[in-house]
């Protein structure tokens, strides 16, 4: 591979962490205040619980894109 190409990978994996890590938190707040994710109680529903998996494994992911992007970046530059 050569190294503009592996630069673009490396960019490609930052630019598509930087977007996870902004929308999913910002998407877990709107699914918070849903009325569905809680009961008549208060305790948390299926709906809610669902959605915080989903995001919790989305994040995971980014930040492993941005671990590998920012590892891809410095071994293509030195």
């Not at 630019?15 to 707040?29: E, T």
């Not at 849903?34 to 989903?54: C, I, M, N, S, W």
């Amino acid at each position: 591979m050569t190294d503009a190409v592996g630069v673009v990978g490396a960019i490609l994996l930052l630019i598509g962490s930087a977007f996870s890590l902004l929308v999913w938190p910002a998407f877990l707040r709107r699914v918070a205040d849903d009325e569905r994710a809680r009961d008549a109680h208060g305790k948390p529903t299926r709906f809610l619980t669902v959605h915080v998996t989903l995001v919790s494994v989305a994040l995971i992911i980014a930040i492993a894109q941005l671990v590998v992007g920012v590892w891809w970046l410095i071994d293509g530059v030195l």
